[in-house]
T-cell receptor, first 116, second 113 residues
Framework: EAGVAQSPRYKIIEKRQSVAFWCNPI?????LYWYQQILGQGPKLLIQ????????DSQLPKDRFSAERLKGVDSTLKIQPAKLEDSAVYLC??????????????FGNGTRLTVT | GNSVTQMEGPVTLSEEAFLTINCTYT??????LFWYVQYPGEGLQLLLK?????DKGSNKGFEATYRKETTSFHLEKGSVQVSDSAVYFC????????????FGSGTQLTVLP
């Protein structure tokens, strides 16, 4: 099966600019996650969708970050305006709805964002 | 809240050496435990998992045993190869957390020929 697709692979922007990342999960996967991975740290959950509804966005900085998952398939994560501390790899992951909590997530290769 | 603590890296070993990467956790309930691996330029991949106390997960020569009494899930391999060079992440999924993963900070492993 095709894996989780993310684009772009790399992005460099100046602070205060806006940026958007795109994710296409594995076909049929109902649950989609966005994680932020700062250099030298483990991934941190930003938002979790189930179909097109938000399950958890408690760690999403809502003053500058937004995410949507139209039609319960693809998802877009946006940052506006970007800050220097947003430099990180943004990972998208997906999982089927019916699997239990001890099943693994499937990750994309990520988008590396550099804010200058 | 949930947390995962990994031994700090980087770790550099010679080929065929024994590997241990320590991982301890704090969680409510009865979490499942995972090791993920991230090869250069690639996304995170599941390496192995254990879902209850005393379970042993294994894959590609790597092993880890779920120790509830010490809240640990140490990763081991008897003989590492150059191709094992990667970043290794310990993670947990709490049964009450809607399948969210909490990750450790990662351990960079470099294996020299």
């Amino acid at each position: 099966e095709a894996g989780v697709a993310q684009s772009p692979r790399y992005k460099i922007i100046e602070k205060r600019q806006s940026v958007a990342f795109w994710c296409n999960p594995i076909s049929g996967h109902a649950t989609l996650y966005w994680y932020q991975q700062i250099l030298g740290q483990g991934p941190k959950l930003l938002i979790q969708f189930q179909n097109n509804g938000v399950v958890d966005d408690s760690q999403l900085p809502k003053d500058r970050f937004s995410a949507e998952r139209l039609k319960g398939v693809d998802s877009t994560l946006k940052i506006q305006p970007a800050k220097l501390e947003d430099s990180a790899v943004y990972l998208c992951a997906s999982s089927p709805l019916r699997e239990s909590y001890n099943s693994p997530l499937h990750f994309g290769n990520g988008t590396r964002l550099t804010v200058t | 809240g949930n947390s995962v603590t990994q031994m700090e890296g980087p770790v550099t070993l010679s080929e065929e050496a024994f590997l241990t990467i320590n991982c301890t956790y704090t969680a409510t309930g009865y979490p499942s435990l995972f090791w993920y691996v991230q090869y250069p330029g690639e996304g995170l991949q599941l390496l192995l998992k254990a879902t209850k106390a005393d379970d042993k997960g294994s894959n590609k020569g790597f092993e880890a045993t779920y120790r509830k009494e010490t809240t640990s899930f140490h990763l081991e391999k008897g003989s590492v190869q150059v191709s094992d060079s990667a970043v290794y992440f310990c993670a947990l999924s709490d049964s009450g957390s809607a399948r969210q993963l909490t990750f450790g900070s990662g351990t960079q492993l470099t294996v020299l020929p």
